[in-house]
C-alpha cells in the first residue's frame, strides 16, 4: 500500500509543477510570440500607428510621424515631444532584428542631428547585452520584444488579440493534458516498480540470512584455537619451532587469525582445517596480500597453508584459493 501512496503523491506533484509551469510560464511566452509575429506581420505604417498611440500613454506627442527616406524600409525613427524636449524613436521592424551596440550608437547620432535629449530603440527582435550596456551609459531605453508586446497589446485589433489570447489558451490546456498522462503514468510505474525492488532486497536478505548459519557452522568446525595466558608475549622468531605438537600448532594458528583481524583491510581471519586459512576482506588483493604472507612466514610450519580469499562485500569477485608457498 505504501508503494501506491508515494506513487500517487509523485503523481500530484508532477501533475502540480506541470500546471504552474504551462500556465504561469509557458502559456505567457506562447502569447507573447504569436503577438510579436503578428506586429511583424503589420506594414510600416500601421506599425508607426500603434507605436505612437502607445507612446501617447506615456505622455509623448509626435513632432513629426514618417519613415526616413527610402520610406519602404523597415528601420525608421519617429521624432516625438513631451512638450518640453524632443523624443526620438528608432523603430527596428522585423523579428530578425538583434540588436548590438551598434544600433545604440547610430541612435545617439541621429538624436544629436535632431536636437533630442532622449532616445527610444524599439524592434520585435531582441536586443543584445552589449546594446543594453551602451543604452545606459547613453541614457537610452531599449524595448525589445519581450517587454514590446505588453505595451503595443491595448493597441491592436481586438479579434486577433482574442485570437492570439485562445490559441495559447488551447495549447496551454493540450500540454496540460499530456502532462497530466504522464504525471499519472510516473504514479504508476513507481507503485508497480518500488515493491519488485523491495522483493528483490528481500531475496538477497534471504540468501544473506541462509548463509549465515552455514559460515557459522564453519567456524564451529574449526578447530578453537587455546586461549593464551594473560599477557603472554607475541612469540618471538627464535621461539617458534619448526615441528611443533599439536597443541602448540593450534597456538600459532590462533596467533595468525587474531592478528590478521586486526590487519587493516581485513575484516576476519579464522582457520576451517588445519591447513586451510580463510580470510574475509575489505582490501583489494594487492592490499592484504603481502600482509598475509608476511604473518605465515613467521611460523614455518603453517608457510605452506592455503589461503581462502573470500570475495569482498558487494563485489562480484569469486572466492580465490592461495599459498604464500608450496614447499
Given at each position: 500500500?505504501?508503494?501506491?501512496?508515494?506513487?500517487?503523491?509523485?503523481?500530484?506533484?508532477?501533475?502540480?509543477?506541470?500546471?504552474?509551469?504551462?500556465?504561469?510560464?509557458?502559456?505567457?511566452?506562447?502569447?507573447?510570440?504569436?503577438?510579436?509575429?503578428?506586429?511583424?506581420?503589420?506594414?510600416?505604417?500601421?506599425?508607426?500607428?500603434?507605436?505612437?498611440?502607445?507612446?501617447?500613454?506615456?505622455?509623448?506627442?509626435?513632432?513629426?510621424?514618417?519613415?526616413?527616406?527610402?520610406?519602404d524600409s523597415t528601420s525608421s525613427q519617429l521624432l516625438m515631444t513631451d512638450g518640453e524636449s524632443r523624443w526620438l524613436l528608432s523603430c527596428k521592424h522585423g523579428l530578425a532584428y538583434r540588436l548590438g551596440a551598434a544600433s545604440v550608437e547610430e541612435l545617439a547620432g541621429a538624436m544629436d542631428l535632431a536636437g533630442a535629449r532622449s532616445g527610444i530603440l524599439l524592434t520585435e527582435g531582441r536586443a543584445e547585452r552589449d546594446a543594453l550596456a551602451a543604452a545606459t551609459e547613453r541614457g537610452i531605453e531599449v524595448i525589445d520584444g519581450r517587454r514590446l508586446w505588453p505595451l503595443l497589446k491595448p493597441f491592436m485589433p481586438v479579434d486577433t488579440t482574442r485570437?492570439?489570447?485562445?490559441?495559447?489558451?488551447?495549447?496551454?490546456?493540450?500540454?496540460?493534458?499530456?502532462?497530466?498522462?504522464?504525471?499519472?503514468?510516473?504514479?504508476?510505474v513507481v507503485a508497480v516498480v518500488l515493491p519488485r525492488m523491495e522483493s528483490a532486497d528481500g531475496d538477497g536478505a534471504s540468501l544473506v540470512a541462509v548463509a549465515a548459519p552455514v559460515a557459522a557452522q564453519a567456524a564451529q568446525a574449526a578447530p578453537a584455537p587455546a586461549a593464551p595466558a594473560a599477557a603472554t608475549p607475541?612469540?618471538?622468531?627464535?621461539?617458534?619451532?619448526?615441528?611443533?605438537?599439536?597443541?602448540?600448532?593450534?597456538?600459532?594458528?590462533?596467533?595468525?587469525?587474531?592478528?590478521?583481524?586486526?590487519?587493516?583491510?581485513?575484516?576476519?581471519?579464522?582457520?576451517?582445517?588445519?591447513?586451510?586459512?580463510?580470510?574475509?576482506?575489505?582490501?583489494?588483493?594487492?592490499m592484504v596480500w603481502p600482509l598475509i604472507c608476511g604473518e605465515l612466514e613467521r611460523y614455518p610450519p603453517l608457510r605452506a597453508s592455503r589461503v581462502q580469499l573470500n570475495p569482498r562485500p558487494g563485489s562480484d569477485e569469486p572466492v580465490r584459493w592461495r599459498q604464500c608457498r608450496t614447499m
Open positions: 500500500m505504501s508503494s501506491w501512496i508515494l506513487g500517487l503523491a509523485l503523481a500530484a506533484l508532477a501533475a502540480v509543477l506541470a500546471v504552474l509551469y504551462l500556465w504561469l510560464v509557458r502559456r505567457p511566452e506562447t502569447e507573447t510570440a504569436a503577438g510579436l509575429r503578428a506586429l511583424a506581420n503589420l506594414r510600416w505604417r500601421e506599425f508607426a500607428t500603434i507605436v505612437g498611440q502607445a507612446m501617447q500613454q506615456r505622455g509623448l506627442r509626435d513632432a513629426s510621424l514618417g519613415p526616413e527616406p527610402g520610406g485570437r492570439i489570447d485562445r490559441d495559447a489558451v488551447a495549447q496551454a490546456k493540450r500540454h496540460t493534458g499530456i502532462a497530466l498522462g504522464a504525471s499519472l503514468v510516473l504514479g504508476l607475541a612469540p618471538d622468531q627464535d621461539a617458534i619451532q619448526d615441528n611443533p605438537d599439536d597443541a602448540t600448532l593450534l597456538r600459532y594458528q590462533g596467533d595468525i587469525a587474531r592478528t590478521l583481524s586486526d590487519v587493516p583491510g581485513i575484516t576476519r581471519a579464522y582457520w576451517l582445517t588445519r591447513a586451510t586459512l580463510v580470510i574475509d576482506r575489505s582490501g583489494s588483493d594487492q
